[in-house]
T-cell receptor, first 115, second 110 residues
Framework: DTGVSQNPRHKITKRGQNVTFRCDPI?????LYWYRQTLGQGPEFLTY????????KSRLLSDRFSAERPKGSFSTLEIQRTEQGDSAMYLC?????????????FGAGTRLSVL | DAKTTQPPSMDCAEGRAANLPCNHS???????VYWYRQIHSQGPQYIIH???NNETNEMASLIITEDRKSSTLILPHATLRDTAVYYC???????????FGSGTKLNVKP
């Protein structure tokens, strides 16, 4: 059973650079979620995909953030012109289309540090 | 926004039961109670969920009061590996996002 996979696990970048993270959900899970977690806080919802359609975006997802899920499989989260406030753990989760009351299974996350 | 209230931290002796409380006094009739935990530097891990009946699985038990305004997660025999932040979340089953709040930091001590 391969769980949700996220790459890279850690990313250090300079302010103003663009970064992209990848999430591979559990196979056959058609729902995919992105969350952000800052130190000492619980994860905060960013966006949600059902198959390739992005159905919901949080107001936390500024114009510098874009997420895609081509072909309804893996997803990418890109942050343009990074700022120090973007430093956080970015978590991806997936859930099946039905059953299990929409339990979300999380990856280990990508930790972003913006210098 | 989070609809639950949890103590910020709790201690538990190894081998003893850990009882983690959660208050959700504004819970709606169609909202479930979910529990997740997050061990340091890992993603949140699903533990258990329930609507109104008590639930048990291989990880834990969930006790929900009759008025559904509060619940308790029970780890029957806590081990050092259970040290983590535990999140209590209420959510309608067909709602897409989880509101995690700040959770309870459980420290299991030898």
């Amino acid at each position: 059973d391969t769980g949700v996979s996220q790459n890279p696990r850690h990313k250090i970048t300079k302010r103003g650079q663009n970064v992209t993270f990848r999430c591979d959900p559990i196979s056959e899970h058609n729902r995919l979620y992105w969350y952000r977690q800052t130190l000492g806080q619980g994860p905060e919802f960013l966006t949600y995909f059902q198959n390739e359609a992005q159905l919901e975006k949080s107001r936390l997802l500024s114009d510098r953030f874009s997420a895609e899920r081509p072909k309804g499989s893996f997803s990418t989260l890109e942050i343009q012109r990074t700022e120090q406030g973007d430093s956080a753990m970015y978590l991806c989760a997936s859930s099946p289309a039905s059953g299990n009351l929409n339990i979300q299974y999380f990856g280990a996350g990508t930790r972003l540090s913006v210098l | 926004d989070a609809k639950t209230t949890q103590p910020p931290s709790m201690d538990c002796a190894e081998g003893r039961a850990a009882n983690l409380p959660c208050n959700h006094s504004t819970i709606s009739g169609n909202e479930y109670v979910y529990w997740y935990r997050q061990i340091h530097s890992q993603g949140p891990q699903y533990i258990i969920h329930g609507l109104k009946n008590n639930e048990t699985n291989e990880m834990a038990s969930l006790i929900i009061t009759e008025d559904r305004k509060s619940s308790t997660l029970i780890l029957p025999h806590a081990t050092l590996r259970d040290t983590a932040v535990y999140y209590c979340i209420v959510r309608a089953y067909n709602f897409n996002k989880f509101y995690f709040g700040s959770g309870t930091k459980l420290n299991v001590k030898p």
